[in-house]
């Protein structure tokens, strides 16, 4: 084999296997070999922890009372709404709206910020490496105010291919919305520059950060993009954990998005007066206990470094595709790990993904097969799924082998 395997130098991996509670169990009689963290990562106990210490010793409604527990619930919600802003480089905590997470997010900016900004004609620019929830609610903004839809194509390497930007990104683009990093290629584009070209026509961006903000340092105020969109549950924080970081001018100028209690300041009979961002955003009864523990799971993020998380999977993810394509699988993006993150899709030889899927589980192993909510990246490439194998900072070289001892076993039961 010509592989070298060269061991992680940017994390202790062993260490922090032992922080996360659920890698000790077995699937059937093996060990689990968790690679689906694109879908959802696993919780350190210090995350689970700090969600059992909040039900267990501070449990109360935020911004509500004056009595000891609420003031400890509302300080400890605002002070993960800081650390989130810190850990994005956010200029001011007011900028993050906390959310259930990327579809939240989105969401909100096409309803408080599209249906009040866009008119007929004017056009939302999108790429085809878009997951689901970058796509459809800009197809209601559409439907609902007469925008049109526009998209930057993939190359054949699962590049965006930007020969086209000049005719794509008009004066009559108003928003672009674009993935930081692709679940389904791994592709990080060009978000920098494509910011700079959107702000010179005058659009709006909004990075879909679902996937870059666990694996990639990111600093809003360098990029300069208008809306950011974040999911907890990737960056090993609880599910219903996550955020919108949008700048402060584009948050006093927009709509409401839910109604209810705390968004308001004043109630009248027949109209009301919004709350100060971000509260103007956060209605009702918020995800306080998972916002907290976001906190922990930024803590733990900010204790490995982010430059180390982001080295640790540019080694994993060079040596899975090296050992992947020595095997001859079929790699859906970019072959290179410096421009790009640890989801990979692939083919192999002829198995259809859901039957790898089913083979490599009774070996421990959990992959995710499917359209990973990217259906057009699968009309691109005419297949109809992928199996997808993705990383995170507990995972292992070791793991990597695995996977690949894996394939062949289903190569034997397919008697390929
Ligand atoms: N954007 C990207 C790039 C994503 O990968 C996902 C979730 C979302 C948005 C939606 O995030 P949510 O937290 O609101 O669900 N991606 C995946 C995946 O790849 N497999 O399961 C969920």
Known sequence: MSVTRERSGALDTARIRADFPVLERTVGDKPLVYLDSAATSQKPRQVIEAEADFYAHHNANAHRGIYLLAEEATSMYEEARAKLA???????????????????????????????????????????????????????????????????????????????LGSLLTERTKLLAVTGMSNSLGTLPPIRELIRAAHAVGALVLVDGAQLVPHVPVDVTELDCDFLTISGHKMLGPTAS?????????????????????????????????????????????????????????????????????????????????????????????LDPSIRGGAISFWYKDVHPHDLATILNEEGIAIRAGHHCTQLVMRRYGVPATARASFYVYNTSEEVDA??????????VFGL
């Open 86 to 164: 810190r850990f994005i480089g956010a200029p001011d905590p007011a900028t993050i709206v906390f959310t259930r997470g990327t579809t939240e997010s989105t969401n909100l900016v096409a309803y408080a910020w599209a249906r009040r900004e866009l008119r007929e004609g004017d056009e939302i620019l999108l790429t085809e490496m878009e997951h689901h929830s970058n796509i459809v609610p800009w197809q209601l903004a559409a439907r609902d105010t007469g925008a049109v839809l526009r998209y930057l194509p993939l190359t054949d390497d699962g590049l965006l291919d930007l020969s086209d």
């Open 242 to 334: 996550g955020g919108l970081y949008a700048k402060r001018e584009l948050l006093e100028r927009m709509d409401a998005f839910l109604g209810g209690g705390h968004m308001i300041d004043e109630v009248f009979h027949d109209r009301s007066t919004w709350n100060a961002v971000p509260y103007k955003f956060e209605a009702g009864t918020m995800n306080i206990a998972q916002e907290i523990a976001l906190g922990a799971a930024i803590d733990y993020l900010e204790a490995l470094g982010m430059d180390n998380v982001r080295a640790h999977e540019v080694e994993l993810t060079g040596y899975a595709l090296e050992r992947l394509r020595e095997v001859g699988a079929r790699i859906f993006g970019p």
């Open 403 to 412: 996977l690949v001892e894996a394939l062949a076993k289903a190569e034997a």
